[in-house]
Every structure is written in structure tokens, then in C-alpha cells.
């Protein structure tokens, strides 16, 4: 069964700046009369049980369209057709301030920090059966908090660091951006004091919820992107020697229907059919838009499709090309499919198959990258085999400290493939200008379309939305906007 499968209503102011409903405009009523006001609720542990599944609840919005800002910017993933006008100005790196995109990822992660500021605020004088429990919540809350801070920190860089309630207009005014490096500090105190009050596994409906590895792993991941090397070394070391975690022997097994929260799955979000507004609407968002409903059973929206150069960077025989990507139409017209999300569906959002946020194959070969750059390059590549052996391909033996880092990002390519890893990746490698220039060279004869595409330095950050700028003159904007 999975977690919080029944939305609930709370009152919680939804962020950072969204307190108002406009430029300007003070607060009006706040309180409908079927929600329970705050100062009347988190009285009980059943009242922070349900604030919590709230918490996890928003981030079936969140990942939902989390693929458009770190899958569809990169080389891997694309939209086409209509869709050229809403997200292509992720494809192509076009995006601005006034984009409803990015006020949409600003404001759904401030609205988690807020729920889980209130629950962490709200927690202390209430009486729980057992300190544990009260202990796990905690950590579950700092792991969320700390999830979407690591969103907003690498989608806009310097951002308010929010760590408790805001109760009035004025409050909210007085945030200015934090260094990237605090708001990294902040998300690595949570983490590390996450991992100290989280379990190793759950049981029954609380199956999907933060535990320990699931901690271990995001910070690892945290380390990782900010190239300290050693720390994410120890902390990945940490997950693997663990044991709760395993390569599936068959990559087919890891996606899709019925195979959710697997033994390869750390962390995903949860979703789940039923007409109450908790599925995914991936299949349909992922589809070709010219298949019709030959693929799923309704018309695809061609958001996230896979590129010629993905289909092409599999090696001969890699039996991850055909599982994890699909084709549909003929040459010139092809589009690759994503199989890892799309399955027979009838309504759009009503997709019941989980998004892996963190899964082993990632665990594994973020190892294998900090040990590579910590010289350990033997280590890697045992890692990096571990994986290629499952994919049905040889071992790469004998390489350099050089090429066994190309060797683990050609790995983490095709093997994470429109999981929402490549752009950031590619950041971290400080790749991400060269590929895309690259990428436009090679297609802008094939696909005009590309000829549009601006890679650029600048484009590594997202435009801090027009709308909170506006409503804070404390805020800055990023350069290059």
C-alpha cells in the first residue's frame, strides 16, 4: 500500500512571497470555512502525522513537471510541436522572469519548506506515545525541507533561507537571497540530523516515507554537486555498506506499474490512481503527440521525448536502449518514447507509477564518481561494472583517472536516462555549455528548431521569478536576466 494516499486540508502559509494574492495587496481571508486554522490544529501527533502526509503530498506536484528543469534543458529530452510555447523555453534555454515555470517551481518548494517550518515550529510541547516516532517525524520533515531547499539552491542559486514560520506580510518582506553555500549548509545540518532519527526500512502504508538511507543518499548527492569529493565518498560508503539496497538483476523490473518501492528504489515520490487528484500525468506528458492513443489511451503531449543523440550515445548491444526507450514513426519523423514512465493510461492524470527521486544504480555511481576524483580510480570502475554488467555489456578495465570519469558519465547518461539527473550532471562537470553548443550544431539541420536554442553560462541558473521580485524589493536577479 502506499503512503499518504488521501489528500488532507491544512492551512499553511504557502511560502516565501505567496502570502498576498497580488502586487501589493495585503492579506485578505485566508481561512476557508472547510479547512482548520493553525493556531487550532497541531495539538496532537495525529495532527503532525496528518500535517506531515501534507508535506509529502506536495511533491506529486513538484515531480510531476520536475523533468522540465532538469531533463528537458540537457541534450537527453526535448519537447516539439505546440509545446514549443510553454516549455520550450526550457528546451531551449530561453527561459525569463515573467515565466509561469519558474514561479511554479519557486513556489511549490517554498510551499513544502513552509509546511514542514510549521511542523518542525509546532512539534516541541506535543505529546507523542513514543519519542521515536516524534524523532522519525522530525527527520522526515528536515529530509523534505532539505529535498526542496536542494531544488531551489541549484535552480536559482542564492535563495531566502526560510527556516521558520512566517506569520504576517512583513515578515516575509525581510528575506533577502542567502549565499548558495549557506542554504548548502543549511540542507547538510538537516540531512545529517535526519539520517540520526530515521528507520532503515518501513512496513505497510508507511512504505515511501524518508528513512535513513533515503537521508544518507541526498546528502551523498548534496556532496557530490558541490565537488566534495571525500565527504560524499564516506557518506555514499555509508548507504552501501548498509545492505538495504540492490541492483535488480533485470533492468525491466526497476519501472512501471506493480514495481514501485522495489529494493533499487531509495526514494520516490508516491502516486496513485483513483480520481482523487494524486496520479502522475507522465504518460500522457511524455507521449509523442503525433502517436494519437496508439501508445497510451489518450493523446500525448510530447513534453519530454527522447533525443537522437540519447537513442545514439547506447552502446551496441546495451540492453537499456530498448527498455528504457521506445520508437514511434519513421525517418525523418521519429520520436523516442520514454518507456521507464509511460504506460497504458485513459484519463491524463491518473498515471499510478512512482517517480524514483533517488534510486541504488544513482547511489552507486555517485560513488564511483567521488572515490574516481579521490584517486581511488579502481574502486569506480568496480562500480561503474556493477552496472554495465546488468546492461549486458563488458567490463572496462585498465583506464585512467580521466577516462574512468568519462566512463561514469557515459554511464550515468544511459543508464538514469529522463530521470532528472543529465542537466545537472552536466553543470556539475561544467560540461553544460559545450554539450548544448555541440547538440545545436549537430541537429539545427535536422530540426530547424534548435537553431533558437541559447546556451550560455548564465543559463546554468533560472531567472528568479519576475513576480517575487516584484513583491520584494529585497530580492536580486540573477546575471544575464
Known amino acids: 500500500m502506499k503512503p499518504y494516499t488521501k489528500a488532507i486540508k491544512l492551512l499553511v502559509l504557502t511560502g516565501l512571497i505567496s502570502l498576498t494574492t497580488g502586487c501589493g495587496e495585503k492579506f485578505v481571508d485566508l481561512i476557508p470555512q472547510d479547512v482548520i486554522p493553525v493556531g487550532s490544529f497541531y495539538k496532537s501527533e495525529a495532527d503532525i502525522r496528518s500535517a506531515l502526509t501534507g508535506a509529502y503530498g506536495n511533491l506529486r506536484g513538484i515531480y510531476n513537471s520536475y523533468f522540465l528543469y532538469t531533463e528537458v534543458p540537457s541534450d537527453n529530452t526535448r519537447t516539439f510541436g505546440e509545446n514549443e510555447v510553454g516549455q520550450g523555453e526550457l528546451d531551449k534555454l530561453t527561459y525569463q522572469p515573467s515565466s509561469t515555470n519558474m514561479s511554479a517551481a519557486w513556489n511549490d518548494a517554498y510551499r513544502t519548506i513552509s509546511n514542514c517550518n510549521v511542523i518542525l515550529d509546532k512539534i516541541g510541547p506535543v505529546t507523542f506515545a513514543s519519542t521515536t516516532t516524534k524523532d522519525q517525524y522530525t527527520g522526515e520533515a528536515k529530509f523534505l525541507r532539505a529535498l526542496m531547499y536542494f531544488n531551489l ?103 512501471g506499474v506493480g514495481r514501485d518501492n522495489n529494493d533499487e528504489i531509495v526514494f520516490a515520490v508516491q502516486y496513485v490512481s483513483g480520481g482523487f487528484g494524486e496520479g502522475n500525468s507522465y504518460s500522457a506528458n511524455f507521449a509523442p503527440q503525433p502517436s494519437g492513443t496508439s501508445i497510451i489511451g489518450v493523446t500525448g503531449n510530447s513534453f ?117 539527473h543529465r542537466w545537472y550532471d552536466l553543470i556539475r562537470w561544467d560540461k553544460e555549455v559545450a554539450t548544448m553548443q555541440a547538440f545545436k550544431a549537430k541537429y539545427t539541420a535536422t530540426d530547424p528548431a534548435n537553431a533558437n536554442m541559447s546556451p550560455a553560462p548564465t543559463r546554468r541558473l533560472y531567472p528568479i521569478p519576475f513576480r517575487e521580485m516584484t513583491l520584494n524589493p529585497n530580492l536580486t536577479q540573477n546575471p544575464g536576466y
Open 153 to 255: 539552491v541549484r535552480y536559482f542559486g542564492d535563495v531566502p533561507l526560510v527556516l521558520k514560520e512566517i506569520t504576517t506580510e512583513a515578515d516575509a518582506y525581510t528575506y533577502k537571497r542567502s549565499p548558495a553555500a549557506t542554504v548548502y549548509g543549511q540542507i547538510e545540518k538537516d540531512l545529517l540530523e535526519a539520517e540520526k532519527v530515521l528507520p532503515a526500512k518501513y512496513t505497510g502504508a508507511n512504505i515511501g516515507r524518508a528513512t535513513t538511507g533515503a537521508a544518507k543518499s541526498l546528502l551523498g548527492k548534496v556532496y557530490l554537486q558541490q565537488k566534495k569529493w571525500p565527504e560524499a565518498e564516506a557518506k555514499l560508503a555509508e548507504v552501501i555498506a548498509a545492505g538495504t539496497y540492490r541492483i535488480l538483476p533485470n533492468i525491466t523490473d526497476v519501472f
Open 304 to 420: 519530454n521525448t527522447g533525443t537522437q543523440d540519447l537513442f545514439d550515445a547506447y552502446e551496441k548491444g546495451d540492453v537499456r536502449r530498448d527498455a528504457f526507450m521506445g520508437i514511434y514513426g519513421t525517418a525523418p519523423n521519429v520520436y523516442y518514447w520514454a518507456k521507464k514512465f509511460i504506460y497504458y493510461v485513459t484519463l491524463q492524470n491518473e498515471g499510478e507509477n512512482d517517480w524514483p527521486v533517488l534510486r541504488y544504480a544513482d547511489v552507486l555511481l555517485m560513488y564511483a564518481e567521488a572515490a574516481n576524483n579521490n584517486g581511488k580510480t579502481d574502486l569506480a570502475l568496480t562500480q561503474v561494472n556493477s552496472i554495465r554488467k546488468r546492461a549486458g555489456l563488458v567490463e572496462k578495465t585498465g583506464l585512467s583517472k580521466t577516462d574512468t570519469q568519462l566512463a561514469i558519465e557515459q554511464e550515468r547518461r544511459v543508464e538514469l536516462a529522463f530521470e532528472g
